[in-house]
């Protein structure tokens, strides 16, 4: 049964569910300067067009066997495998919010929306991220791979996360910076609004009902609009 709180009327805006690796923080930037730094200890290149099939997919993309690839031969990523991923904990912990970002929660939370995060990534990585950005009190419930069967572009994350925050899907937006996220949101019967970075933007984002290059061209009255025109394309 949906919370009446969240259904002022069909029309409402009740819920907005933020995707978080690259739409709350960039993660993805630390990704790609850590495997480039591996490769270039053997003289190959990775290209932002390479990284693009990483961005917001599950195995879609694995730079480790890519680099063999172009070597042509086994590595040994005993040592390796660590020293990436020092790097790349070394860079996100650089990483703040992005713009926009906080106040859309900030919004959310006092008109009492309801606020998912929703996101192709491990449970603790998340949850993890949201507390040191101080960003965890604005959310109502985080949902994540290893909590569905399947992960983005396949809906389930996004069904489990209105369910959890007894939403409808069509009363609710997704913010995502990826196809597949996108994919995902429309899938389940959320209205997508895209902010892709410079991975993404190379990525077909045509599924999402709206592209913005920044969530500060976004606000809350603009996403109410946005869902109140899918209600009526809808009916």
């Given at each position: 049964?949906?919370?009446?709180?969240?259904?002022?009327?069909?029309?409402?805006?009740?819920?907005?569910?933020?995707?978080?690796?690259?739409?709350?923080?960039?993660?993805?930037n630390?990704?790609?300067?850590?495997?480039?730094?591996?490769?270039?200890?053997?003289?190959?290149?990775?290209?932002?067009?390479?990284w693009?099939?990483?961005?917001?997919?599950?195995?879609?993309?694995?730079?480790?066997?890519?680099?063999?690839?172009?070597?042509?031969?086994?590595?040994?990523?005993?040592?390796?495998?660590?020293?990436?991923?020092?790097?790349?904990?070394?860079?996100?912990?650089?990483?703040?919010?992005?713009?926009?970002?906080?106040?859309?929660?900030?919004s959310?939370?006092?008109?009492?929306?309801?606020?998912?995060?929703?996101?192709?990534?491990?449970?603790?990585?998340?949850?993890?991220?949201?507390?040191?950005?101080?960003?965890?009190?604005?959310v109502?419930?985080?949902?994540?791979?290893?909590?569905?069967?399947?992960?983005?572009?396949?809906?389930?994350?996004?069904?489990?996360?209105?369910?959890?925050?007894?939403?409808?899907?069509?009363?609710?937006?997704?913010?995502?910076?990826?196809?597949?996220?996108?994919?995902?949101?429309?899938?389940?019967?959320?209205?997508?609004?895209?902010?892709?970075?410079?991975?993404?933007?190379?990525?077909?984002?045509?599924?999402?009902?709206?592209?913005?290059?920044?969530?500060?061209?976004?606000?809350?009255?603009?996403?109410?609009?946005?869902?109140?025109?899918?209600?009526?394309r809808?009916?």
């Open positions: 049964m949906l919370n009446p709180a969240c259904r002022l009327n069909p029309m409402t805006l009740a819920a907005i569910v933020f995707d978080f690796d690259g739409l709350i923080v960039d993660t993805e630390p990704g790609f300067i850590s495997w480039q730094e591996i490769y270039q200890e053997f003289d190959a290149k990775l290209s932002i067009d390479d693009r099939h990483a961005t917001g997919y599950v195995g879609g993309f694995d730079p480790a066997i890519h680099l063999e690839q172009i070597l042509g031969r086994r590595l040994d990523w005993s040592q390796l495998m660590p020293k990436r991923e020092a790097r790349n904990w070394e860079l996100t912990l650089q990483a703040s919010v992005l713009p926009g970002i906080e106040p859309l929660l900030r959310a939370r006092e008109r009492r929306l309801r606020v998912g995060v929703a996101s192709n990534s491990e449970n603790g990585w998340v949850e993890g991220g949201l507390q040191r950005l101080g960003l965890r009190d604005y109502d419930t985080v949902v994540t791979r290893d909590m569905v069967i399947n992960p983005k572009p396949a809906p389930d994350i996004y069904l489990k996360t209105v369910q959890t925050l007894q939403v409808e899907p069509g009363d609710a937006v997704a913010l995502e910076d990826s196809e597949p996220g996108c994919h995902a949101a429309k899938q389940a019967g959320l209205t997508a609004v895209a902010i892709p970075n410079r991975f993404s933007e190379r990525q077909d984002l045509t599924v999402a009902d709206l592209i913005v290059k920044s969530a500060t061209e976004l606000n809350l009255d603009r996403l109410a609009a946005l869902v109140a025109e899918e209600h009526g809808r009916s």
